[in-house]
């Protein structure tokens, strides 16, 4: 069965460096997205992604990060200059069309900022 | 108007007992109501959703119970076993050209007992 993939599946940083999270959607699929999930708290939407542009982002979201389909099968996550909250679980999910409902999940990349 | 509340906030039953957990919105736009199951160390994976033209959908042994005029929904697990020991969100969304992006609740860790 196809699944979303994530790089790396642990990733540690010193605040105030770049990080690239990456994603690999199911491959028929037309929407992507990016979640996130602080430790113990619940998952929050950052931004969603269709047809190469962001249809919708969270106040999240800031000017520190962006989104990009740099190929035509992953699908990336920038953070510019990395903060101490920045610390958590981010998920990758995509959807195949607009007429189908389920969005599958990635397992997630856990990233540590110290 | 965006908040989903759930409860309980944990919740441990006997195996063959019956989980039920509960979730309340406030976004009247909400047209999708799913509940995902996350196991630890993995990303949400959908379990069961439903549109809001029926009031209850059943797979086996997971059923939705959906009140539109009181603006909740629940999670019936019927004949509980310890492998449906897991955290579950629901996560309404609501049809937005296509987007889709989940709101999550806060998280129900079920635990079920022999």
């Known amino acids: 069965e196809p699944e979303v993939t994530q790089t790396p599946s642990h990733q540690v940083t010193q605040m105030g460096q770049e990080v690239i999270l990456r994603c690999v959607p199911i491959s028929n699929h037309l929407y992507f997205y990016w979640y996130r999930q602080i430790l113990g708290q619940k998952v929050e939407f950052l931004v969603s992604f269709y047809n190469n542009e962001i249809s919708e982002k969270s106040e999240i979201f800031d000017d520190q990060f962006s989104v990009e389909r740099p190929d035509g099968s992953n699908f990336t996550l920038k953070i510019r200059s990395t903060k101490l909250e920045d610390s958590a679980m981010y998920f990758c999910?995509?959807?195949?069309?607009?007429?189908?409902?389920?969005?599958?999940f990635g397992p997630g990349t856990r990233l540590t900022v110290l | 108007q965006q908040q989903v509340k759930q409860s309980p906030q944990s919740l441990i039953v006997q195996k063959g007992g019956i989980s039920i957990i509960n979730c309340a919105y406030e976004n009247t736009a909400f047209d999708y109501f799913p509940w995902y199951q996350q196991f630890p160390g993995k990303g949400p994976a959908l379990l069961i959703a439903i549109r809001p033209d029926v009031s209850e959908k059943k797979e086996g042994r997971f059923t939705i119970s959906f009140n539109k005029s009181a603006k909740q929904f629940s999670l019936h697990i019927m004949d509980s076993q310890p492998g449906d020991s897991a955290t579950y969100f629901c996560?309404?969304?609501?049809?937005?050209?296509?987007?889709?992006?989940?709101?999550f609740g806060t998280g129900t860790r079920l635990t079920i007992i022999p």
């Open positions: 996560a309404p969304s609501s049809s937005n050209f296509g987007n889709e992006k989940l709101t």
């Open positions: 999910a995509s959807r195949r069309s607009p007429v189908t409902d389920t969005q599958y």
